[in-house]
């Protein structure tokens, strides 16, 4: 029924203007046309508060607000998908950062999930590449690009020390990086053995699927999924202290 919805301009009480900057020809950037997108402010509040929140109280007229950092295309991809929509598998891969970037403002985290994982599918990590793309991850919080590029750096360990610089990426990112060369010596299977819920040492997937079973968000950076695991667990085990006081006193 939502997904129907998509666009309907008769039923629409808020309307998003969608423009970006391009080059006038003379030095300065002027505003392209904008692109009209109605919506309804009642599905943006149940599936995109931050989308919401761009306009102001309820009102009798179609409310409006102008979007000037994100193309048209990749709006509507954003805003379809907030309807229930999906987005193809040629035009994740195509336009995977620009997905990343609007999702990530606007806290789309499924279709920023989706796009990660298009981009590093689609993606070959190089020696020339690698430390862009290492900054991006850490920049938008995209830990699956960030194992990724982490992976390859410790798999290419000795070319990487002798042609690449260091000097930009961030201490924390470093302490990723020697999480993944400590993983890699001694292997997943026996970490596992050793302490089944060895957040430290667990791939980003790992961490993501185990947010997800326990209705978690899985989107953030790689410290930000263990504290929310970790925390999880204390809380768990606290209720379970009171379930067994609770259950000592009954007797």
């Known amino acids: 029924m939502i997904a129907g919805m ?18 006038s020809g003379d030095g300065d950037d002027a505003a392209s046309s904008p692109l009209t997108f109605h919506a309804h402010r009642l599905i943006l509040k149940k599936c995109a508060p931050m989308l919401a929140s761009l306009f102001g109280s309820d009102g009798e007229e179609i409310a409006k607000s102008s979007i000037n950092d994100i193309k048209p295309a990749i709006f509507r991809h954003m805003l379809q998908y907030v309807y229930g929509g999906s987005v193809a598998e040629g ?45 991006y991850a850490d920049a938008r919080n ?17 070319e990487a020390t002798e042609k690449m610089s260091f000097a930009d990426v961030p201490g924390h990112v470093m302490k990723d990086l020697l999480v993944a060369v400590s993983r ?23 961490l993501r ?3 997800a079973e326990i209705g978690l968000d899985a989107d953030g950076s ?7 695991l970790r925390a999880n667990d204390n809380q768990s085990a606290h209720n379970g202290k009171d379930d067994a006081n609770a259950a000592d006193d009954s007797l």
């Open 6 to 23: 998509f666009l309907d301009e008769e039923t629409a009480d808020v309307c998003f203007e969608v423009s970006t900057e391009v080059d």
């Open 91 to 135: 035009e994740l891969n195509t336009h995977a950062k620009d997905i990343i970037n609007a999702a990530d403002k606007y806290s789309i985290v499924n279709l920023k999930l989706e796009a990660e994982t298009a981009y590093v599918n689609s993606t070959i990590i190089t020696m020339d590449n690698a430390i862009d793309n290492l900054l």
């Open 142 to 158: 995209c830990a699956f690009l960030k194992e990724a590029v982490i992976d390859f750096l410790t798999e290419n360990s000795e």
């Open 184 to 206: 890699r010596e001694k292997g997943k299977q026996q970490e596992r053995n050793q302490d089944g819920n060895n957040f430290t040492t667990m791939r980003v997937s790992e």
């Open 209 to 211: 699927m185990k947010l």
């Open 222 to 228: 790689r410290e930000a999924m263990i504290e929310a």
